[in-house]
């Protein structure tokens, strides 16, 4: 299966449990790997035998900007359930990460695989 690959996706917004994160927007990284079968677009050539990279990332940023979620977990598998969405996308791996979350860790985060169901 092919992959199209959206890395280092920042987004600022709510997220956490504690009352400070509440209040102040926090960088969110998010990093999607989308899988789908891009050999139409090899002898087409036409973006909409593709998989959108361009909406795929401004849904997701936008989400994880406005959406004000509890948890990473919760987040990420909103952003698949966006990403499975769009046509040509089969399969989905999205990571979620709250960079300076904890001390002395550049990160902290969850990835996670969806498919698409039949």
Known sequence: MDKVIIKNLLA???????????????????????????????????????????TVAKKAQAHAESAGRFTVEALAGDIADLCLAEPNVQKVQVRVEKPGAVRFAESVGVEIERERQA
């Open 12 to 54: 600022r917004g709510i997220i956490g449990i504690n009352d400070w994160e509440r209040e102040k927007k926090q960088d969110i990284l998010i990093n999607i790997t989308l899988f789908g079968d891009l050999r139409k677009t090899h002898q087409t050539d036409d973006i909409a035998d593709c998989i959108n990279y361009r």
